[in-house]
């Protein structure tokens, strides 16, 4: 069994982020600059924030934090998301997610101009993606295990990849990626979600498995076969009142009975999420050297 390594591959390819960053300025050229919404006060979305703002300050991007107060009126959010998009000096516009339940994430989602949704959300972008189109902007956390898997050369070719959750924002464009006709990708691809049927043995047939309904502990050592390749993007929060912060990090697999049946497989912490922070980065460098 070999682990990937997220965090190992992410600070690869934000080293090499960091070098061409550092080449854009001593040439005189723009260097990235990532604006950042978060709404309220939610912890984990605080602690992703500014893990991102954090990543940008270490590679030499710019960064901009605005947070707004839970009860901010969606004209008010709308409105900043606007003066971001005519901003010349950014590059990328990340709003965290979720937003609070009077604001529609769908209506803040296309707001944001597709040449700085380094997200990789808004419809243009998806649109671009499952065409193919080289311009299009990923969605960070399937980016990041395609960059994941490339990084680790990890085979795709012929593949059966099974894919088990549909989320926009993970599942589907995962189904897409792995699918094309290049690497990694070139699987044949099943997508699950929580109306498929005989899922244990959908998964028994997989060479590649993708974990992301937010289900701890859901994919159990009975439903891997030997040498499979397994990602785990779940990241679910469970109070833990033995740890200092009170609560500990699950995935969606039972890693310690799965990982020795496994060829490679992601942990959590330390898998999908790393990842998900370095392809973020590697979009909002797009935009810039796009717009610059």
Known sequence: MQLLDGKKTAKSILNTLKIDVAQRATTGKKV???????????????????SKVKTCHDIGFRSTLIHFEEDVSELKLLEKIEDLNEDMAVDGILVQLPLP???????????????????????????????????????????????????????????HAVIIGRSNIVGRPMSILLSNNSYPGNCTVTLCHSKTENIK??????????????????????????????????????????????????????????APKCSYITPV??????MTIAALMKNTYKACVDRN
């Open 269 to 274: 912490p330390g898998g999908v999420g790393p």
């Open 32 to 50: 990235p600059h990532l604006a950042a919404i978060l709404v309220g006060t939610n912890g984990a979305s605080q602690t992703y924030i500014s």
């Open 201 to 258: 043995e959908i998964c028994l047939q997989a060479d590649i498995i993708v974990a992301a309904l937010g289900i701890p502990g859901f994919l159990k050592e009975d439903m891997v076969k030997n040498g499979a390749v397994v990602i785990d993007v779940g990241i679910t929060r469970i109070e833990d009142e033995s740890k200092k912060s009170g609560y500990s990090i699950s995935g969606d697999v039972d890693f310690e009975n799965v």
């Open 101 to 159: 339940a009077h604001i529609p994430e769908k209506k803040v989602i296309e707001a944001i101009a597709p040449s700085k949704d380094v997200d990789g959300f808004h419809p243009e972008n998806i649109g671009r993606m499952i065409l193919g189109e080289e311009d299009a902007f990923i969605p960070a956390t399937p980016y990041g295990i395609m960059l994941l898997l490339e990084h680790n050369r990890v085979a795709t070719k012929g593949k």
